[in-house]
């Protein structure tokens, strides 16, 4: 193609090859098989930049306008469907398999996402996409979408604008030069953004702002520009740079992918954009006319394949894993390959019914403007009808100052035991998820205070994995024990906190479990809070950690856990205190760790007791605090801090 010539867009199978490598990235990322596949999401950001960008050049450079109607349209035709299935499936989990307190979660996240703006949801509810593991929602992984959606509303007025203030000539040269120019100076802009805000505000508002994520679209853009303006090498010495760049790019993005924990202040002081320009790298490889090493392994038939459905994959496989993790008693790759067959199934069913048929003529312009409002409205009213419960959850979830009225209100019954959960959100499943399905005599009414990252005593202000970027922790949490344990009056209060995932921030300075100044002072906070919880005659039961096989978990973590154990060991011999060691129960050993329990899944993810093998496990616990478990009365259970 001539320098300056109006660039006209092929279909190049290399491209859905890469976001095939893309999308598998992805799926192991959330697998915890692969410790930087989150990152390919930057590859479609990058891919996204430039063919968006390339598109508009081209209708630019042939018709001397862009049409932003059409644009639009095109774009509904082929985002809208396969989401809309997405959310009536959402629609469907919440209302007959989510827990009451999920709804309120899945509503805002639903709504968010009709309304591409789940990515601004998260910066502002300040939700760290590392706790995905934790307390995950099936539309967690929809704030991506929210971006690429933004840049599709808002990078054409600005090349029109381009164009408006340009020549007004046909010819594409001015307004190519005008893109490359902008993208690459906000590019740039971007990632000064990220790096301010990364020091000031920490990881999560740069990873989920429009803003700090855009320089890899705009980067994809730039090269798009690029291209228009002077065609792909044409020499051989400029072809076999290109290729060399390209290799260079994937050994970069592999790296990344494999070694690149998502907590790492690499990360968000240039590595982002280092990994974007990576992929700008393998793009312009891969696209070139003269075909190279790389760009025939990208055009592997299962890669393209999987490239051509990869929108799908991406939708459906989050809620799908979530799924298949609490239902299947499968764990490890068996588990893996359930969720990517299911996954596959469901993407390659609404490829061929539902988003082909629709992208191609289903519907005209004119109905299509009537169907997108009107689908939006029954998304809305259908996650609203199917969440309506949220607000029966809440009843039993309020805030602080309401909870001995709560506690008056459940106490319904006179003998009633009363049990105290409290840790971080390993306690809050097992509470949940177990404790509320179990029937006790007496009747047992359980408190579930723990809160997810409220492992560590007062004077705790954050904790970070491998060195990496520092999570703030909930300050007020153990803090208020005190307060709680006035409020409630427990019988019997259970005390685990799972793991410390890393270092814990505190007075100035970093504590690592296995230090003689983490172990005094964890010993000194613990015995402590037992001197809290047994105030008013409480019984305290201590139960110990198993040994985590948590996603990206840092590497020395069961030595970590082996000290943790240790320490609490000693309060058995403290008045009015027990030790369960229910650590040692799921692993006899430090080579064999139970896999499942009552035939089910112990800990999906890892560490936490989730579903029916919370059940098991509060059942196991239950005359380990000195209750009886028989039929008779339900549990009650109350929550009155909300989470998520």
């Keep these: 193609m001539a320098a300056g010539q109006g660039l006209r867009i092929r279909y190049v199978a290399e491209l859905d090859g890469l976001r095939g490598a893309a999308v598998a990235a992805v799926l192991l990322f959330h697998g915890g098989h692969l410790r930087g596949g989150y990152l390919g999401v930057d590859l479609f950001f990058v891919l996204s930049g430039y063919l968006i960008t390339s598109l508009l050049l081209a209708e630019s450079g042939t018709r001397g306008r862009i049409a932003l109607g ?51 949801r998260y910066v502002l509810e300040h939700f760290s996409y590392w706790s995905l593991f934790t307390s995950p929602s099936p539309l967690q992984h929809t704030w991506s979408l929210a971006i690429e959606e933004q840049f599709y509303i808002v990078w054409p007025l600005v090349m029109v604008s381009l164009l408006w203030f340009g020549s007004r000539r046909s ?40 803003d700090t994520r855009a320089a890899a679209i705009l980067l994809g853009a730039a090269l798009a520009a690029t291209m228009s303006l002077q065609g792909p090498a044409r020499t051989r010495g400029g072809r076999t740079a290109v290729e060399v760049a390209g290799v260079a790019g994937v050994l970069i993005l592999a790296w990344a992918w494999l070694r690149l924990d998502g907590t790492s202040p690499v990360l968000y002081e240039g590595g982002l954009f280092a990994c974007s320009l990576a992929a700008v790298a393998v793009i312009a490889s891969a696209t070139h006319p003269t075909r190279g090493p790389l760009a025939m392994a990208l055009k592997a038939r299962p890669l393209v394949l999987l490239g051509l459905i990869s929108y799908g994959v991406y939708l459906f496989h989050w809620p799908i894993f979530l799924w298949m993790s609490n239902v299947t008693g499968l764990h490890g790759w068996a588990l893996f390959g359930v969720q990517v067959s299911v996954t596959l199934a469901v993407s390659i069913i609404s490829f061929l019914a539902i988003e082909r048929p629709i992208r191609h003529g289903a519907f005209h312009a004119p109905s299509l403007r009537l169907l997108v409002p009107v689908a939006a409205a029954i ?27 709560v506690v008056r209100t459940a106490q319904s019954q006179p003998g009633q035991t009363r049990l105290l959960v409290v840790g971080n959100s390993v306690p809050y499943f097992l509470a949940r998820e177990g404790f509320d399905q179990l029937t006790t005599r007496p009747s047992l009414l359980v408190v579930n205070g723990a809160l997810p990252d409220c492992s560590f005593p007062s004077g705790t202000t954050g904790y970070r994995v491998n060195g990496g970027s520092v999570v703030p922790v909930v300050a007020e949490c153990a803090a208020n024990w005190a307060a709680d344990v006035n409020a409630f009056r427990p019988d019997v209060v259970l005390f685990t906190i799972g793991d410390i995932l890393g270092e814990i921030h505190r007075g100035g300075q970093w504590l690592r479990p296995c230090t003689p100044v983490f172990d005094d002072w964890f010993a000194t906070s613990l ?20 040994y985590s096989d948590y996603p990206f978990a840092p590497t020395n973590l069961w030595p970590q856990t082996d000290c943790l154990n240790r320490i609490e060991r000693t309060a058995a011999a403290w008045p009015n205190t027990s030790v369960v060691d229910l650590g040692h129960y799921v692993c006899p050993s430090i080579t064999y760790c139970r896999q499942t329990i009552a035939g089910v899944p112990l800990r999906p993810d890892g560490l936490h007791y989730r579903g029916r093998s919370a059940e098991a496990v509060a059942a196991w616990l239950l005359p380990r605090l000195g209750l009886r478990s028989a039929d008779g009365q339900p549990v009650t259970i109350v929550s009155w801090r909300p989470v998520g």
């Design 70 to 120: 059409a644009f639009w349209s095109r774009r509904a035709r082929r985002l809208l469907p396969a989401l809309g299935l997405l959310l009536i499936g959402v629609a469907l989990y919440a209302k007959f398999v989510a827990q009451p307190a999920d709804l309120r979660q899945i509503r805002l996240d639903g709504l968010a996402t009709i309304g591409y703006a789940a990515n601004w």
């Design 379 to 405: 998304l809305v009213v259908s996650l609203v009808g199917a969440t309506a419960g949220y607000r029966a959850a809440s009843a039993t979830a309020p805030g602080n100052d309401s909870l001995a009225a």
């Design 171 to 210: 010819e594409p040269k001015p307004l190519a030069q005008r893109v490359l120019v902008l993208s690459l100076a906000l590019a740039v802009v971007s990632l000064v953004l990220a790096i301010a805000l990364y020091r000031i505000d920490g990881s999560n508002r740069v990873y989920y702002g429009t």
């Design 527 to 546: 015995h402590q809070a037992a001197d809290v919880f047994t105030r008013y005659g409480a019984h305290l039961v201590v139960a110990t950690s198993a």
